[in-house]
């Protein structure tokens, strides 16, 4: 498990419990404008560009601990 949370790309998140059915049509329809809006790629981008330097950080914290 170390390895993988050192060295393997990290999840784009933790899974979310399964969402609720819409009820209806009008459900749906509100259900999947909610869906489109998302995030921006911009964003999309640069939150993935901060998570692997954290990650990068982490892992070179790791391997100093180490060889100490």
């Known amino acids: ?18 969402p609720q059915r819409p009820t209806g049509l009008r459900g749906l329809v509100a259900w999947i404008r909610e869906m489109a809006v998302g995030v921006s790629q911009d964003d999309d981008v640069e939150r993935r560009v901060r998570r692997g330097a954290m990650q990068a950080i982490v892992r070179e914290a790791f391997q100093q601990t180490v060889t100490e």
């Open 1 to 18: 498990m170390l390895v993988r949370l050192l060295w393997k790309p990290l999840p784009e998140s933790w899974p979310e419990a399964a």
